[in-house]
C-alpha cells in the first residue's frame, strides 16, 4: 500500500450510474450549464475517470428535447473534480420521461428501496415498473456501448466498466453481451450501495431470478459489508441453484466465477477536517446539541428519533433548557407517496413535541427541513454534543463518518449509532442505539450527553483514525484492487 500515491486505473474506466456527477440545467438564456455535485463517490471517482480517459454514463437529470444537443463544458470557475470531465467523456442517457418516472420512481424508489432495505410492506410490485426498468436498464446498457467502442484497443489494458447501484442491477447482463458479440473485452464490476437484504425478504420479488442474473453478469459484484455479501451468496444458492463457496465469496454462473466482496465505502476525511477548521461558528447557544442530519427517508428512524428524544426530556428534566436536538431533513424523492406522508407525519410531530416543552428561551427541537452549505453542515457536526445516527436500515450512513471527521473541538463530542446500519458494523467505539427500542434510546442518548470526557477523546480518537485510513480514496483503491486495474506506483515507473 505504501508504494501506491495516485489512485489510477490500469485500463480507462467507464463509470455508469443512475446520475451523472453533475447536473444539467437551463440558464436563463436557455443553455445547458451544469450544477457540481458535492458527494464523496465523485470526488473520489472522478479522477480515475479523467486520469485514465475514459467516460461516464448517467441521466444528466433534465429531459432533453434535441437529443444530439452538445453537453456543457464545465464552468471555468467550477473547482470540483468533475470540472475536468470534458463534455465528451460524458454519455447522457436519453430516457422518455414516462419510462423514466416508471422506472426511477416505481421501480426503484417504490420497489428496490424499501425491499432492499427490509422493509417489504411498503414496497409496491407492479409490472408495469419492472418492465420500465427492464427498458431503463437497457438503454444504459446501449449508452455504455458507445463509450466502450471509442476507447483505443489495447490488449494489455482491458477498460473497467463500473456499474453502480440498485438502479442498474440488469444493466452487466447486456454489457456483457455486447461486448462479446462485438469482440471488445472489458471488466465488469458492480457495487450496491444499499443493503442486501436475507433471501426470505429477496425473493419477495416476482423478478428475483432476473436480478441476480444481471448482476452475476459482472465479474466482481461488491457490498459495504460482509453481512450483505452472504445475503447475496445465499440468494444465488437457493433461487438460481448456484454451486457457492461462503468462505472465499464466490458464485458460479454461467461457466464463470464470480467474486463477491465486502468494500465498505469511506468519505473524504481530510475534505471534511479542512471545513471543519475553517467553518465560522453558526449555532449561538450555551445548550448542548443533539445532531440528526438525514435525507428525509421512512429508512433513517427519524419519526423514532423524535420518539426517543420526547422520551429524554420525560424521563431526564435535568436537559429541559439545556439541550436541543437540531434535525437537518433533506428533501428527497418528493414525488414518491411514501416520502410526502413522512414529510407531514414529520412536521405534525416535531410541532407537538415543541408545543409540548418550549419555553420562551428554549425549543427542544429545532428542524430545518431543506438542504445546507457545506461549510454550515461542517460547523453542526463540529459544535455538536452528540451526533445521532439512528436509522432503521441503511447501507452503510456517511453521516456518521462526516460527523467523526469534523469532530476537531477537544474533548468531542459523543457518536450514536444504529447497528442496522452498515456504519454500526465497523465503528466500534460509538455507542449503539436500537431505534426500534425508544425507552433504551432515549438512555443511550442520555448515557452520550453524561459521558466523562476522556472516555469521550479514546472513543473518537479511535473513530477518527479508523475513518482517516479507510477513506474514499482507500475505497476506490480497494475495488480497483479487487477488480485486479489497480495501477501503482511501479506502473507509472515503468511508464517512465
Ligand atoms: O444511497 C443510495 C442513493 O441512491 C444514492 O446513490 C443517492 O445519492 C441517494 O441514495 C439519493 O437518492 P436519489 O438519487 O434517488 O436522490
Sequence with gaps: EGIIHVVASSGSMIVISNRLPFVLQRNKDGQLVRKASAGGLVTAVAPVVINGNGFWVGWPGLHLENPDEPMPESDPDDITPTAGLKSNKVIPVQIDPKVFDSYYNGCCNATFWPLFHSMPDRASFKGEHWKNYVTANKEFAECTLKALRQLPKNAADVPLIWVHDYHLMLAANWIRQFSEDENIPCKLGFFLHIPFPPWDIFRLFPWSDEILQGMLACDMVGFHITDYCLNFVDCCQRNLGCRVDRKNLLVEHGGRSVRVRPL????????????????????????????????????????????????????????????????????????????????????????????????????????????????????????????????????MNLVAKEFVACQINIPPGVLIVSPFAGAGETMHEALICNPYEID?????????????????????????????????????????????????????????
Design 264 to 395: 465498505p465505502i469511506g468519505i473524504p476525511f481530510e475534505r471534511f477536517v479542512e471545513l471543519a477548521e475553517k467553518a465560522p461558528k453558526v449555532i449561538s447557544t450555551n445548550q448542548k446539541i443533539v445532531l440528526g442530519v438525514d435525507r428525509l427517508d421512512y429508512t433513517k428512524g427519524l419519526v423514532h428519533r423524535l420518539l426517543a428524544f420526547e422520551k429524554l426530556l420525560e424521563k431526564h428534566p435535568e436537559h429541559l433548557e439545556k439541550v436541543s436536538l437540531l434535525q437537518v431533513a433533506v428533501p428527497s424523492r418528493t414525488d414518491v407517496k411514501e416520502y410526502q406522508e413522512l414529510k407531514e407525519e414529520m412536521d405534525q410531530l416535531v410541532g407537538r413535541i415543541n408545543g409540548r416543552f418550549t419555553t420562551p428561551n428554549w425549543s427542544p427541537i429545532r428542524y430545518i427541513y431543506g438542504c445546507i452549505s457545506q461549510d454550515e453542515l461542517a460547523a453542526f457536526y463540529r459544535d455538536s454534543a452528540v451526533g445521532l445516527v439512528t436509522p432503521l436500515r441503511d447501507g
Design 440 to 496: 433504551d434510546a432515549s438512555e443511550v442518548i442520555h448515557r452520550a450527553l453524561t459521558m466523562p470526557e476522556d472516555e469521550r477523546i479514546l472513543r473518537m480518537n479511535y473513530l477518527r483514525r479508523r475513518e482517516k485510513l479507510n477513506d474514499v480514496n482507500y475505497w476506490t483503491k480497494s475495488f480497483l484492487s479487487a477488480m485486479g486495474s489497480l495501477q501503482t506506483q511501479e506502473d507509472y515507473d515503468d511508464i517512465g
